[in-house]
T-cell receptor, first 116, second 109 residues
Framework: GAVVSQHPSWVICKSGTSVKIECRSL??????MFWYRQFPKQSLMLMAT?????????EQGVEKDKFLINHASLTLSTLTVTSAHPEDSSFYIC????????????FGPGTRLTVT | GQNIDQPTEMTATEGAIVQINCTYQ??????LFWYQQHAGEAPTFLSY??LDGLEEKGRFSSFLSRSKGYSYLLLKELQMKDSASYLC??????????WGAGTKLIIKP
């Protein structure tokens, strides 16, 4: 089946630094990748949708200059949290969709970010 | 606006049956998903319904009524490992997933 990996699985960083999270589709080409954030005891919140080779579409309330998304290839998307603050501490999950109009999203295992 | 409702928390006994309901109001409908999510982990796919009726898959079944904007996930022969959050999500007209807040299921021995 379709496998999506994320790296790192967890990261601790100091306030003011930047952190990059990678999302890779291992055995398929992902035309679209999604980035979610999940705070404790809350549901998934879509942050942005990225299509290979084009700019990401950010959801309302998500700062595009703070959460930089790059989808440079059909198998890799990155999310960079710039100038991280403690309130950015969360569980970040990516998912990938194989083709336009395809209904299924395949989820990565998530990245736990803690900003101290 | 788009809205998905499911109970916040449910408790059931090991070996029993539990039904988790989900109602939705979305802009367009391209199917409804149920995902299971254990604490600290990403969601895992359980089921997908796009037509009315019941889909059975082992101990888990999922039902959909599009006219009522309603779905349920039925879990039979509950096991302790079924303790998790169950997320209902609807694929809207733009093929984006709209998520419910999730139902935390607690299984007691």
């Amino acid at each position: 089946g379709a496998v999506v990996s994320q790296h790192p699985s967890w990261v601790i960083c100091k306030s003011g630094t930047s952190v990059k999270i990678e999302c890779r589709s291992l055995d398929f080409q992902a035309t679209t990748m999604f980035w979610y954030r999940q705070f404790p005891k809350q549901s998934l919140m879509l942050m942005a949708t990225s299509n290979e080779g084009s700019k990401a579409t950010y959801e309302q309330g998500v700062e595009k200059d703070k959460f930089l998304i790059n989808h440079a290839s059909l198998t890799l998307s990155t999310l960079t949290v710039t100038s991280a603050h403690p309130e950015d501490s969360s569980f970040y999950i990516c998912s990938a969709r194989e083709a336009e109009g395809s209904y299924e999203q395949y989820f990565g295992p998530g990245t736990r970010l803690t900003v101290t | 606006g788009q809205n998905i409702d499911q109970p916040t928390e449910m408790t059931a006994t090991e070996g029993a049956i539990v039904q988790i309901n989900c109602t939705y109001q979305t802009s367009g409908f391209n199917g409804l998903f149920w995902y299971q999510q254990h604490a600290g982990e990403a969601p895992t796919f359980l089921s997908y319904n796009v037509l009315d009726g019941l889909e059975e898959k082992g101990r888990f079944s999922s039902f959909l009524s599009r006219s009522k904007g309603y779905s349920y996930l039925l879990l039979k022969e509950l096991q302790m490992k079924d303790s998790a959050s169950y997320l209902c999500a609807v694929l809207d007209s733009n093929y984006q997933l709209i998520w419910g807040a999730g139902t935390k299921l607690i299984i007691k021995p």
